[in-house]
């Protein structure tokens, strides 16, 4: 048999004939359990704006640290950029210093090897 909330259908005709609705849910009228439920959606919209906003002030925030973070990085990497082509600077300075020592020690060489020649020294006869 076909019933409307708890009620027979003759039921049902009855009672809405007579004027006497059933009542609604928990003992509250339609009209009641409509208004409750609208206000119980009006709150938990507002609890999540308020969460959604925390939460967009929050990433916000970090946002902005990130950006504070990267620009001290860029800082940190143009100073270490700087360092770097004063020590290859300094390095390519070295190293003609050192090429030029090179030089100068093969040419002191040379000059040792004519004295000796000179003098009749043979470097052979003292590692016999």
Known sequence: M?????????????????????????????????SLGTLIVVVLNYIKTGISNTAHESNRKDM?????????????VGELSGLLKQLNR?????????????????????DVAKIKERLGIDDNEGSK
């Open 2 to 34: 076909h019933t409307v909330g708890g009620y027979s259908w003759d039921e049902w005709a009855a009672l809405k004939e007579g004027g006497e609705m059933p009542h609604g849910m928990f003992g509250l009228g339609w009209g009641e359990v409509v």
């Open 64 to 76: 902005e640290d990130l950006k504070d973070k990267l620009t001290d990085f860029k800082l940190s």
């Open 90 to 110: 300094d390095l390519a300075n070295l190293t003609k210093r050192v090429n030029r020592h090179g030089d100068e020690i093969d040419k002191i060489k040379i």
